[in-house]
């Protein structure tokens, strides 16, 4: 099984910034898509961001766009989410997943390995 741990969440106010970070067993992200996902409390996990496997598509949920960046060091086997423009909507535990190009990109049930989360939380 390929480990994931995500770490760089915390308590931030609204307006900040927070760089989320998912290391990687392995070069996982050489081959992997990369992508991030969130679950507030109360709610089911939904899709922020993914990269492709070569790194040339990003994709991001409409409420993050122009926000958040999603980008991968494949040599450090680390895939980030930079995170500007924090609001408190934000605030969840975020997920770092990876799976074969083949899977569906914004469907978390697609993705067979999984970080064990990273709470993000923005005041108002």
């Known amino acids: 099984q390929v480990q994931l741990v995500e770490s760089g969440g915390g308590l931030v106010q609204a307006g900040g910034s927070l760089r989320l970070s998912c290391a990687a067993s392995?070069?996982?992200?050489?081959?992997?898509?990369a992508a991030w996902f969130r679950q507030a409390q109360g709610k089911e996990r939904e899709f922020v961001a993914a990269?492709?496997?070569?790194?040339?598509?990003?994709y991001y949920v409409d409420s993050v766009k122009g926000r958040f960046t999603i980008s991968r060091d494949n040599a450090k086997n680390t895939v980030y989410l930079q995170m500007n423009s924090l609001k408190p909507e934000d605030t969840a535990v975020y997920y770092c997943?990876?799976?074969?190009?083949?899977?569906?990109?914004?469907?978390?049930?697609?993705?067979?390995?999984w970080g064990q989360g990273t709470q993000v939380t923005v005041s108002s």
């Open positions: 997943a990876a799976d074969v190009p083949s899977k569906r990109v914004r469907v978390a049930n697609d993705y067979d390995y």
């Open positions: 990269m492709s496997w070569s790194g040339g598509i990003t």
């Open positions: 392995r070069r996982t992200f050489s081959s992997y898509r």
